[in-house]
């Protein structure tokens, strides 16, 4: 195999660039590839350029990069393209969170029932919506048989959204399922001895199965509830797996939620920052509260002065702050080698639910579950045990619904789907109030398309 071309669109997310670039460089199947970052961001871009480039040198594989403003130009030729791009930044997911702020909505209108991650905005998230689907049909015209590995968020809403109006392999990434890793950890089990297995919508995932040298290891989680969780302490915001939180859901649903499902549960746990400190524990309340937020914007600057730092002083041994014998643990490269070169591998990822995967789950809505991947394409296992019907009831079909909701929105342009979206919100009041977060909200500068988008309907135009 000569390579592949990759193209990686919102390159300037520098650490997380640099963790493909090292698996890629780490991975001898894929060698004599090359890679396109793109970004609008000059600035970010030449740094991830420049320390890229370093990198390769360092390990010494013949790995090609290009760089380019251009999307178009990047995919050209691309047999995968990344897309981890957050358009406007988190500037603007903050500028519209204070939109909503102002009318009453306390971590804006995105923060909604099952969905309370907060750059996960499906509502105002006109722009990134958008970009998703101009990435998808540019890719139809230029690379049509490329695939698109989903990285940026909303990944639910956003490869439904391009597996329904494109006719795109989309496959979303993420890596919330890790948090079973924690789980076995917390219990003291050796992970290689635990047989899982995980199924839902991206960050709304249980496990559906627990095994722990073949017997069932829930038994085991109930006895780390009696005798250990009264002494849980979060070591960070978004350390919450084995969180009160996480522990009553699985009390109610008879499952455990992984990985960011446990932020996304009901109200009940984000009334308000005392609750989300009883349920997520102190001081931050979690990664969804002001205080746990603010830490994590705080992490990322940090991540972004620290590439521009790696960058400028080349004394930095980029060797030891990216270990060349350890993969980083994000999922794509070893995806596209396995698809490539029939290294046969288990991921979990958000697919089309084709089959169904998951019974009671429409096929054309994406679903996360294991699979194993090798160069027939992706495999996924049979779900086994179902999921039990409270969650499938009252959890992923209400979060199914929400989903659907914020898509007819957007493809509509029906800005009463808005309105009724939040007439359904416990913080409305009042019609006016919902009605008047909406107008704050389109009002904002950056927003002149989307308020085009609402304001011309009904109209004639063809859906995208
Ligand atoms: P960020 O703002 O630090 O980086 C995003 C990059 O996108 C920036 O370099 C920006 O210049 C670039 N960008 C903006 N508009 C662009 C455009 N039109 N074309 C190309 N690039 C453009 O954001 P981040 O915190 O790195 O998050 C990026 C996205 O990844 C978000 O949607 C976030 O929610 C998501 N995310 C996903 C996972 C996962 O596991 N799936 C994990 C973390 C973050």
């Known amino acids: 195999m000569s390579g592949i071309k990759l193209s990686i669109i919102g390159a300037g997310s520098a650490i997380f660039s640099l963790r493909l ?7 001898k199947g894929l060698s004599g590839s090359s890679v396109s970052l793109m970004d609008v961001d000059e600035k970010r871009l030449n740094s991830v350029h420049h320390l890229a480039k370093r990198y390769a040198d360092l390990v010494g594989t013949n790995l090609r990069f290009e760089k380019t403003t251009d999307m178009k130009r990047s995919i050209e030729d691309a047999d995968f393209v990344i897309n981890t791009a957050l358009i406007g ?4 997911l903050d500028a519209s ?30 722009n990134q919506l958008k970009h998703f689907l101009e990435i ?22 956003g490869t439904t959204l391009i597996s329904r109006y494109s006719d795109l392999k989309v496959i979303g990434f993420c890596h919330g399922h890790y948090g079973v890793e924690t789980v076995a950890k917390s219990l003291g089990l050796d ?55 996480a522990i009553d859901m699985y009390k109610f649903y008879g ?13 009940k746990y984000h009334y308000h920052l005392e609750a989300k400190k009883k349920w997520y524990g102190e001081p931050w309340g979690g990664a969804d509260s002001d205080l746990g937020w603010a ?17 400028a002083d080349k004394s ?68 086994n045990p179902p999921l039990p019907k409270r969650i499938m009831d009252m959890y992923l079909t209400p979060r199914r619904l929400r989903m659907e909701w914020a898509l007819e929105a957007f493809v509509s342009g029906d800005k009463r789907i808005l309105q009724e979206i939040l007439i359904r919100d416990p913080r409305t009041k009042s019609f006016e109030q919902a009605e008047a977060v909406i107008e704050e909200i389109l009002a904002l500068p950056f927003n002149k398309e989307m308020k085009k988008h609402y304001m011309s309907f009904p109209r004639k135009q063809k859906r995208p």
């Open 316 to 383: 930095i041994n980029l060797l030891q702050e990216f270990p060349p014998e350890v993969m980083s643990g994000e999922q794509h490269i070893q995806f596209i080698d396995a698809l490539i070169n029939g290294n046969q591998e288990r991921f979990v990822l958000n697919i089309p639910n084709k089959g169904p995967i998951i019974p009671g789950i429409p096929e054309d809505v994406v679903v996360e579950v294991p699979v194993i991947v090798d160069q027939k394409g992706i495999h996924p296992e049979e779900i």
């Open 136 to 157: 998808a049909h540019s890719m139809e015209e230029i690379c049509p048989n490329a695939r698109l590995l989903q990285a940026a968020n909303p990944v639910f809403e």
């Open 255 to 267: 499952r455990m939620p992984i990985g960011d499902s446990v932020r996304n549960g009901s109200w």
């Open 191 to 245: 992970i290689k001895k635990v047989n899982w297995q995980v199924a839902g919508f991206n960050h709304n995932i249980w496990l559906t199965h627990f095994l722990y040298k073949d017997k069932d290891a829930y038994p085991l989680l109930d006895q780390w509830i009696e005798e250990e969780a009264r002494k849980w302490k979060p070591k960070d915001p978004f350390d919450d797996q084995m969180s009160p939180a």
């Open 295 to 311: 830490w994590y914007q705080n992490s990322l600057k940090a991540s972004t002065d620290k590439s521009f730092k790696l960058d």
């Open 89 to 92: 930044g988190h500037g603007q």
């Open 21 to 27: 670039v090292g698996d890629l460089c780490k991975t």
């Open 97 to 126: 969170r204070k939109a909503g702020e102002m009318h009453g909505y306390a971590r804006g209108i995105d923060s909604q029932e099952f969905n309370m991650v907060s750059d996960y905005y499906t509502l105002s998230n006109y």
